[in-house]
Structure formats: C-alpha cells, structure tokens
C-alpha cells in the first residue's frame, strides 16, 4: 500500500465485496461478478512500473491496478482479486474467461489512481475504526447500547435489542425509528406491543429455526421498511432478540454489516450468559420496575406478565435474600438454581442488585397456601441447612401491583431481625431461623421512627384477623369479637363462652375452624403476639 504492493503485509478492517460495490457506487461499474462472498483484510495498489512477479501475496488481498497489471496479477496469483481501471471504457474479452470472471470489477477511470486509492484506503480504515471500536466493547465487557453507539454510522439504520421478554434493554440513540411505528412505540413504551410480539413468535423465531440465525423480513403494512432480525439463543435459551429497521443503503450491505455487529453482539450476549446464568428470570424487568416505582404503562405490564403464571395467581408472599459481597458467583448460581424449586417450582427468583427476591405465587383460593408455617418449613430444609441463607419474608398480598411495598415489608423483616432472633430465643430457646416474617416484625417496625403509614396500612389490611372481621360483616356473626376476647383472657375458652354468651364447645369449634383454616396455631406466642396487635389496630379503628 502506499503506491505500491510491496508487502500485502497492511492489515485493515475487513471489508466484504458487498461494502466495496457500495463504496463504488459513485464511479460506473462497467462489469463486476454476479456473486462474490469475498471478504478483504488487506489492500495494495499496484503502479504500472511496478513488478507484481516478486511480491508477495494473500488471497484476501485487494489490488488496485490498470487492465496490464491486472492481467499478469491474475496469472501470477490464480486467486487473487482486482479493482480493474479502464480509462477507455472498454472492458478486455480475456476478462470473459471462467477462471476470471469472478474475480474482478471493472470501473470506467474518471481521474487519476491516487484518488481511487484514496477511496479504498478510506474504506478499509472506517472499517478498522469501526472492528476497533466494537472490539475495545467486547473486551471490556461493555455493555450492548455501548455496541450500537459505536455502530451507529456503520450501520447507517435504526437497530434495537430487546430481551426474551421483548423489553427494550438497548437502541440506536442517535437515529430516530420511523415515525409511528412500532419500533417508536417500542422505544416510546419499553416493550414491543401485543401484535409484534405476536409476529416475532409465530413469524420470525419459527424462519430462524429456533437458533441465532438471521432473518430477514420484506415490508409490509405494519413495517414500512424491510427488517432484518436476529434472535439469539445460548445454550438452547432464547435470551436476546436484534432488529435493524433496513431504511437506507443495500440489502446486501445492510446484510453484511448487520452480521459484523452481529459476532461482537453474541459475544457479549454469551458473557453476558455465563456471567448471570440462572441469576435473572426471564420477567425480572417488569418485577423489578414495578418495585423500583418505575413508569410503566398498564399495557406494558399486561403484555409482560401475560405469558407468566401472575394473571391466574391468587396469592403471593415475596422473601428477600441478600447475597454476600463475597460470595462467587458460582455459589450465588447454586443458591438461584434451589431457589427455582420453591413453592413447587411456583416462584420467579431475580436478581435486585445484590439481592435475590423470591416471588412466590400460587393460583389456590386456600387461605393454608403460602401460610408462614409451610414458608417457613420449606426454607428451612431448602435454603437455611444447605446454604444457610435466611430470608426477609412479606406477608401474602393478592395483586402483583403491591409487589413494591412486599418489597419494602421483607426487606424491613430482614433489616429487624435483631429483635426478632431475640424474641425467638426468648419464647422458643435458640433454634436456626430460616426467615424473618414481616407478620412477627410489625409489632416492632411500628416503634421505629422511620415506619411508613401506607406500609402500616397494607400489613393490617389483610390480616387473619380482618379477613375474619369482613366475613363477620356479611354473615351477621362476631367471630372476629370472640377471638379477641379469647386472646385477651389467656385463651380462657370457658370464660370466653362465657362473654360471648355461646357454648364452650362453640368457641372451640370456630378457634379450631380457624387453625385449620390458616395454618395455624394459637399456641405460637408469636401468632398471639400478632393478632393482639391485630385486634388492637381494629379497636383503633372503631371496627371491633
């Protein structure tokens, strides 16, 4: 390079035969092959006065050269490949052999070489800037919008990536998505809508073989420009999805380009696997925006939790595990992997940071699922002996939208679990605590001065004991009033009858009704300690 072949030893960005027609769209191509996947990592330029006998050569290097230096080239190296300039127009006949056809471009030279070279050298540097740039992502383990930032002005289009939930984790910041569509309503809403979901799924993954391969798709009435998708799936899992809006340059270009961007993607996206692997579930974003308080549509969220268990569940109770700083992350993989197998397999663990939160979910009417006891066993043998993690555990809460302030109630569990292991030991002797209940840590986040009233308000509000106190309501019965009684005469059932004025054997009856109801026991002094702060809130209240 430089005026000369001299050593074909210049090694640049690779350029693919698809950038290089493009690059020389401005000159007349008078002939080129009908189909050429070369790909070019070197350039020379070749003078007439130069002797091509004695260089070297590479087979993915380009010449530049007239017709007389192309035609000895081409007899010296039987595979090398010439950007052929003609001055006169007139493309040679010995270019019309087989064995060379294929293995030039023949331009019509409006001026001089240096300006020809000029080009080519331009065209290989961008693309070395370009291979540098996504490299320097890649190695850095960088992240996917830094991919697409530096990509940009190669890619020339509107390029998005969402993950297997079809969020929107990263795009083009720097080109607009056509106005109105749904590559703008992506971006607008943080999620593909319902109908592109749709497509993708019954459309695109389908054509992709269910594997990273790529599509491309035509225009349509939902697409005013061809699209050109790549889903990527690692170890058999479906993880990321790329789509570049293909609204200027050739398709063939677009293609090629798109699959540089491409490697560099899936290189990330598999760092990216290794690193989380089993430490995010496919729904966490929704999960994690609804506790953070991010805005978020209704139909976003609608569209994301419609392929979840959440719209059929009835019930949920969230636990809270923090994760030592110390901790790798092959162990915190292991921890994650038990964590699946909760509740059933009922349960969508996710990363929050340096936390595991645990959404258990269940679609029973039963006031026993999910009950503290069955928690409380099950974490025991799951996650306390094997690990010994504990969990801040939430109380049950029946709408995913509350899913914020469970948060904030395990968390809070998890933060007083001081007092709570003093209280344990106290009432049940020193045993290991597999969680700390946010029902037995309300009575003490109440005297902290950082309590938030809506928190307070939502830990009543669902309560054993106001659910029993609505169901006095419409019944007309006062079991609710008989069960405070009960607890307020140390569990007296014969001087509880005998304030109520009902039978001994009735007030045993309802208080075994409700055990069994629930889950639980009053001989827990926990339990008791609850439900008097229980009845005490009512009486606050006016409603017992």
């Known amino acids: 390079m430089g005026g000369s072949a001299g050593s074909a030893g210049h090694r640049l960005g690779e350029v693919s035969y698809a950038m290089l027609v493009d690059a020389l769209g401005a000159f007349s191509i008078l002939r080129q092959p009908r189909e050429c996947t070369r790909r070019f990592s070197w350039f020379a330029t070749v003078y007439d006065e130069d002797d091509v006998t004695v260089r070297d050569f590479r087979s993915d290097t380009l010449f530049l050269c007239h017709e007389a230096t192309a035609r000895r080239l081409m007899e010296r190296?039987?595979?090398?490949?010439?950007?052929?300039?003609?001055?006169?127009?007139?493309?040679?006949?010995?270019?019309?052999?087989?064995?060379?056809?294929?293995r030039a471009v023949v331009v019509a030279q409006e001026g001089r070489l240096a300006r020809y070279d000029l080009l080519l050298r331009e065209l290989f540097v961008s693309n070395?800037?370009?291979?540098?740039?996504?490299?320097?992502?890649?190695?850095?383990?960088?992240?996917?919008?830094?991919?697409?930032?530096?990509?940009?002005?190669?890619?020339?289009?509107?390029?998005?990536?969402?993950?297997?939930?079809?969020?929107?984790?990263?795009?083009?910041?720097?080109?607009?998505?056509?106005?109105?569509?749904?590559?703008?309503?992506?971006?607008?809403?943080?999620?593909y809508s319902a109908d592109e979901i749709a497509f993708i799924e019954e459309e695109v993954l389908p054509a992709s073989g269910m594997r990273s391969h790529l599509v491309a798709c035509d225009a349509d009435a939902a697409h005013p420009y061809p699209t050109l998708h790549y889903p990527v799936y690692i170890d058999g899992s479906y993880l990321f999805h790329i789509t570049m809006v293909c609204a200027t340059g050739s398709p063939d270009l677009l293609r090629d380009r798109f699959r540089r961007f491409m490697r560099r993607v899936i290189m990330l996206c598999t760092d990216f696997w290794r690193q989380t692997v089993n430490l995010e579930a496919p729904w966490h974003r929704v999960f994690i925006g609804l506790i953070k308080g991010e805005k978020m549509t209704e139909e976003y969220v609608n569209i994301q939790?419609?392929?979840?268990?959440?719209?059929?569940?009835?019930?949920?109770?969230?636990?809270?595990f923090p994760f030592s700083s110390t901790m790798s992350q092959a162990d915190r993989a292991t921890v994650v992997e038990a964590a699946r197998g909760l509740n059933g397999g009922e349960c969508y663990p996710f990363m929050l940071e340096d936390q595991l939160i645990v959404l258990l979910h269940t679609a029973s009417q039963s006031d026993l699922a999910l009950s503290g006891q069955s928690v409380w066993d099950e974490l025991a043998t799951a996650m306390l002996e094997p690990f010994g993690m504990q969990a801040g555990a939430s109380q049950v809460f029946r709408r995913i939208t509350d899913i914020e302030k469970a948060y904030r109630e395990a968390f809070a569990a998890y933060s007083l679990r001081g007092p709570l292991k003093r209280e344990y030991e106290a009432l049940l002797g020193q045993a290991p605590l597999p969680c700390f209940p946010f029902e037995h840590a309300l009575k003490f986040y109440l005297l902290t001065e950082?309590?938030?009233?809506?928190?307070?308000?939502?830990?009543?509000?669902?309560?054993?004991?106001?659910?029993?106190?609505?169901?006095?309501?419409?019944?007309?019965?006062?079991?609710?009033?008989?069960?405070?009684?009960?607890?307020?005469?140390?569990?007296?059932?014969?001087?509880?009858?005998k304030l109520s004025h009902v039978h001994r054997n009735t007030v045993l009856y309802h208080l075994g009704r409700i055990e069994k109801r629930f889950g639980i026991s009053f001989d827990s002094p926990l339990l008791r300690s609850r439900m008097v702060l229980d009845c005490q809130r009512l009486l606050l209240v006016g409603d017992i």
């Open 77 to 102: 190296f039987p595979n090398c490949f010439c950007i052929i300039l003609i001055p006169d127009g007139q493309v040679p006949a010995w270019l019309d052999a087989p064995t060379r056809a294929n």
């Open 128 to 191: 070395l800037v370009w291979e540098n740039a996504m490299d320097r992502v890649v190695y850095s383990h960088g992240r996917l919008d830094r991919l697409i930032g530096v990509s940009e002005a190669s890619l020339g289009n509107f390029t998005c990536i969402t993950d297997t939930g079809h969020n929107l984790i990263a795009y083009s910041r720097g080109i607009e998505p056509p106005a109105g569509s749904v590559w703008a309503s992506l971006v607008e809403n943080g999620c």
């Open 305 to 320: 939790l419609a392929k979840t268990a959440v719209p059929a569940a009835r019930r949920f109770r969230l636990l809270y």
């Open 450 to 497: 950082g309590h938030d009233d809506d928190l307070v308000e939502f830990a009543f509000d669902d309560c054993i004991l106001n659910q029993i106190m609505r169901e006095d309501r419409e019944a007309g019965t006062a079991i609710a009033q008989m069960l405070w009684v009960y607890l307020s005469h140390g569990r007296n059932a014969t001087e509880t009858a």
